[in-house]
């Protein structure tokens, strides 16, 4: 599965998912800086999932009609990046088939998954 990690993303998160085998860009080596709807050509250019902590996509993605890849915002506040790591890369894996084409939010709760239409 590819991703593309936002520049808001904990750099371990970035790890994991490329040590569990997961192709993984990173805004942050590629193009720091570019807002949010660049970041959103980007992934839907290289067919990427965006990986990200800003709010910020949901509403490109529905208030906008943008279309996407697909989304996992990410929602762990409080908790260490090598802990946001390991809840990212177990739900990731766990959830890897269903994450194309959804807007997923990843909490330390709960993991939704919505079909974008």
């Given at each position: ?6 520049e ?69 506040f ?37 079909k974008?239409?």
């Open positions: 599965m590819k991703f593309l990690g936002d808001n993303l904990d750099w371990q998160i970035v790890e994991r998912l490329r040590l569990d085998g997961h192709e993984t860009l990173y805004v942050v080596e590629m193009e720091p800086g570019i807002p949010d709807d660049e970041v959103l050509n980007l992934a839907n250019n290289e067919g990427a999932i965006i990986l990200t902590s800003d709010k910020d996509f949901g509403e490109l993605v529905f208030r906008l009609c943008r279309i996407a890849t697909g989304v996992v915002l990410i929602r762990l409080g908790l260490s990046a090598n802990d946001k790591a390991e809840i990212v890369g177990n739900a990731i894996n766990q959830h890897a088939d269903e994450l194309l084409g959804a807007f997923t939010v990843i909490s330390s709760k709960s993991i939704r998954i919505r974008m239409t």
